[in-house]
């Protein structure tokens, strides 16, 4: 069983709509991550959240708005999203980076979105 | 485009017997991962192996790693039906000054491996 609890599981929203997908971690891990996946293709990085601060954004459109309002919680608000937006979108934690690897990221089972 | 590259495609076997599956990429690494995603959910990790490895076992799995050729094997032996899965190398590049590039990790395409009983 994943330790990184995703919600919901399943969302369908409209382009107008406004709503979030939340990720939660209680493994004391500093790092936590968005990806997104698409059908029959790899995840893609979205976003790093390293100490509660965002560290990477991956030139991820404004539509899709990170947050971490503590160090075991992990949003990511979405605002009139486009249909090519549905996908799986996975969150991961880790250690943060004591030497020059982060090593293994936890993931979650995801939030599968549909955009209509 | 993608740091990890991997072949096959997609990999069909019986049961019992041994999968192959490897990755190529394309710049320095700090470290070369193995995970497994059955369909439609969450990815677990496998096996990490470092830049300064050649070989990492864990189970029924052996990790390779030839940094000169810039590649990796992944080897499942004694396969079973319930290894059927998508399996994804993914590849932590070396950051600035060869330190770390802060867990972004670039996934390769993945092989789907069909397990038959």
């Known amino acids: 069983d994943t330790e990184v609890t995703q919600t919901p599981k399943h969302l369908v929203m409209g382009m107008t709509n406004k709503k979030s997908l939340k990720c939660e971690q209680h493994m004391g891990h500093r790092a936590m991550y968005w990806y997104k996946q698409k059908a029959k293709k790899p995840p893609e990085l979205m976003f790093v959240?390293?100490?509660?601060?965002?560290?990477i954004n991956e030139s991820v459109p404004s539509r899709f708005s990170p947050e971490c309002p503590n160090s075991s919680l992990l949003n990511l608000h979405l605002h009139a999203l486009q249909p090519e937006d549905s996908a799986l979108y996975l969150c991961a934690s880790s250690h943060w980076p004591q030497g020059a690897d982060t090593g293994e990221l936890f993931f979650g089972e995801g939030s599968r979105l549909t955009v209509l | 485009s993608q740091q990890g590259e991997e072949d096959p495609q997609a990999l069909s076997i019986q049961e019992g017997e041994n999968a192959t599956m490897n990755c190529s990429y394309k710049?320095?690494?700090?470290?070369l991962q193995w995970y497994r995603q059955n369909s439609g959910r969450g990815l677990v990790h496998l096996i990490l192996i470092r830049s300064n490895e050649r070989e990492k076992h864990s189970g029924r799995l052996r990790v390779t790693l030839d940094t000169s050729k810039k590649s990796s094997s992944l080897l499942i032996t004694a396969s079973r039906a319930a290894d059927t899965a998508s399996y994804f190398c993914?590849?932590?590049?070396?950051?600035?000054?060869?330190?770390?590039?802060?867990?972004?990790?670039?996934f390769g395409q993945g092989t789907i491996l069909t397990v038959h009983p």
């Open positions: 993914a590849t932590e590049a070396r950051g600035n000054a060869g330190g770390t590039s802060y867990g972004k990790l670039t």
């Open positions: 959240y390293s100490y509660e601060k965002l560290s």
């Open positions: 710049t320095s690494i700090n470290n």
